[in-house]
């Protein structure tokens, strides 16, 4: 029977594809995802028949998903970033339930912690918190619970969806929620457009991180109590102890 | 002036390489690392000079790669995994200081967080935390405050270096701080050799884990409260609510 690969693109960028992610793509017979990834991949992969939906209408894609690979198809359901993390596979798992068909595989890509982290130099090289600030599926009230824990643990953070339609101070509230624990001068740093056309990145304060201007194509890192700018890189050591 | 690249060749097969990182191997002219990770990578790059270090001699390892850099040759200093989580990115970027040369490139791979997920299902769909149990670098006390923090704030959880040499106990020990805050029917999962050869996962209780072997080639995740075994894969779900 045919399978279905849930495939993590990474960013966006063909390079910062795994030689997996592309070999399921060239070999695959459909292509399924949210229009803006499969656009991106479209052309790569010229002969194989694609089908789009729109973004929050995510059940349905993996459902049409699951549909093509029990009808013979093997499809690529195609996420940005990882396959897993904030993408598909969980729920391709759940709408597949108890039954063992089709065969999903899952592959992962760089998922925005990574592909972010490199482009502000080495912020995350020791133990991290990832925290979405969208309250679409989860309560803000559990949200503020994680920035807190990360603060007072000393976890760098990585802030996923900083800024969402009808959603725009979201990281203002959470730079509060953090400025309660940490100090105004703690570095931090912006990567917006990682690995797609515009690609920057750019370092500040928590203090200037609460009201900078954000939108849905960033990912904000806050450092720990140990990470400083070096040479305009966001740089986090790797213990508490000289080597 | 020649290019420092700090390249994560990911879990250490050549398809979870991205196309980027096997670029930056094939147009290097000297690959520096850990023994384990350049013999990984050695035979796919036959025409590079080679240098190795010791397992604890990163600094070591780190000033080899910048003085081959200053000397002329385009390095690649190969990390198994991400480039900068719990890789080398950050000691480069400290040995270098405030000197802007040589240029320093980090190539992000998959870091175990990641690739172990995907083997185990899909167990990092929403927020998590990733913790280092090893405390060579790192107080003890500082990695029991994130493992609860992770536990009280519902992360899921990924644990590296669950077992090192001189440290068999500090999986039962994280466990048992676990075990304070999380039901023993948590399900959680190893990934194991992930991407070499003998790769295999296992899904066992939280309770199960505090007394499962593990060594130096595993990677344990505990799933939050929402997490299942679903036809034999760790599935955590996006969110908490229903669409």
Redesign the interface.
Known sequence: MAKLSVV?L?PGD???????A??ALKSCDTIIGYHVYVDLVRERYPDKKTLTTPM?R??DRCRMALEAARGGENVALVCSG??????M??????L?????EPE?E??????AA??G???L????????????LSD????WE??E??L???A????SLVLYNPASHGRPDHLRRACDILLRHLPGERPCGIAHSIGREGESMQLLTLSQLRDAPVDMFCTVFIGNASTRV??G?L???????D?
Do not use: Q, W
């Open positions: 993590g990474g063909y390079e910062n594809m795994t030689v997996r592309d070999r929050t995510e059940a990882d396959s897993g993390i904030y993408g596979a969980a729920l391709v798992y759940e597949r339930g108890e039954d063992a999903i899952v592959i992962p890509g760089l998922t990574c592909s982290a490199a482009l130099g080495a912020p995350l090289t020791h133990d991290f918190a990832v925290v979405s679409r599926l989860t309560p559990t949200i619970k994680r807190e824990a990360a007072l643990a000393d976890l070096l040479c890189r740089v986090t050591p790797r213990g508490y102890r080597v």
